[in-house]
């Protein structure tokens, strides 16, 4: 018998299916080494996903001290319960599409009960 879980996991996957994007991510990790820290590097994926625009809000201006970017967080990305995304201090994941280059800004488990059921991610796009 089914479970309530397994039929909104397979709601997931139609929705990723009715506009699906093959990524790889790029993911940087920082991990301690002689005081400070080193990034490592590594690739996850091909995954399939859906990546949608989120509101009509205009991109910023960023300036850091490496030096002046243009964000647009108008972006989002569901994905399914398998998936390995990750972000935070020590953790960046980042791809790249036909719309640009993107930066995972937030993860957030879609659950029904305590299972998973898939991701709800929140992008920057960078330039």
């Known amino acids: 018998m089914r479970t309530a879980a397994q039929d909104r996991r397979e709601q997931t996957l139609w929705n990723i299916r009715q506009n699906p994007t ?4 790029t ?22 996903v859906r990546i949608y625009s989120n509101s009509r809000r205009q991109p910023q201006l960023q300036s850091e001290r490496q030096g002046t970017r243009i964000t647009d967080g108008n972006w989002g990305m569901l ?3 398998r998936v390995d995304i990750r972000c935070g201090s020590d953790v960046t994941d980042e791809f790249e ?8 800004a937030q993860v957030k488990p879609q659950l029904l009960g305590n299972e998973i059921i898939g991701y709800q991610c929140d992008l920057e796009r960078v330039s």
């Open 27 to 48: 993911r940087t990790t920082k991990t301690p080494y002689k005081g400070g820290h080193k990034d490592e590097t590594a690739e996850i994926g091909p995954l399939i």
């Open 79 to 81: 994905a399914d319960w």
């Open 22 to 25: 093959e990524i790889t991510i």
């Open 97 to 104: 599409t036909a719309l640009g280059r993107f930066r995972v």
